[in-house]
């Protein structure tokens, strides 16, 4: 019985995770490599800069520990540094938000690193589902605009990056991703397109 359970948690997982890439390669976001620059709302010139930014804070993060390759995710919007992972020290979360500050042409930096935190396989498969749910959610919400949006999940908790049109498609956002179950809590770190100061230069 044991094994059977194991076994099954286990093709779920890898079923979620196929299911996850296949949405997710239809909604390339503001963060996506393949960013699309007619869906994306800022202006070329500052999605170049955030994508320099974004490039040079990864490679020094890995320069500094190839640990934080996999562990630390990093994302720029607007000259916006958001950092997101777990790490074992407090003392690396201080260096980390350091060393985003020393990145030419950073604005703010919102980290929500934690420390110390142990991930298990269930709570892996529940984060995976959140995500694609709320990724689903989006592409069918036609106030939304899914592209906009980066979704990431840790522990249930909800973290959505991105550029809203208006106030009503960031409420839109926040409520679909309140309303998916098993989710704990919605962080929310989302721009208005009135909000891009880069995009009015």
């Known amino acids: 019985m044991f094994k059977f359970k194991k076994v099954s948690l286990l093709f779920l997982l890898l079923l979620l ?23 994306d709302p800022r ?4 999605q170049i800069d955030d994508s320099i930014m974004q490039k040079n804070l990864s490679t020094r993060l890995t320069l500094l520990d190839k640990k ?33 500050w020393e990145i030419k042409g950073t604005r703010s930096v919102h980290n929500n690193i934690q420390i110390g935190k142990k991930f298990s396989f269930k709570n892996t498969a529940k984060d995976i589902l959140i995500t694609s ?7 069918t919400n036609k106030k939304t605009k899914s592209p906009n949006f980066n979704i990431d999940t840790v522990n ?5 990056f991105g550029i809203a049109h208006d106030e009503e498609e960031r409420r839109e956002v926040v409520n679909e991703a309140k309303g998916i179950l098993y989710v704990k809590d919605v962080i929310v770190s989302i721009l208005l397109i009135e909000d891009l100061s880069r995009s009015k230069d």
């Open 17 to 39: 995770i196929f299911l996850n890439n296949c949405v997710g390669s239809s909604t390339v976001g503001v963060f996506g490599s393949g960013v699309s620059v007619a869906l």
């Open 156 to 160: 249930q908790k909800v973290y959505v």
């Open 68 to 100: 934080y390759l996999l562990k630390i995710s990093v994302k720029v919007l607007d000259g916006r540094i958001f950092l997101k992972g777990n790490v074992d020290e407090p003392e690396e979360k201080l260096k980390i938000t350091k060393m985003a």
């Open 43 to 46: 202006t070329l010139g500052t």
């Open 133 to 139: 749910q709320l990724r689903a959610a989006l592409i």
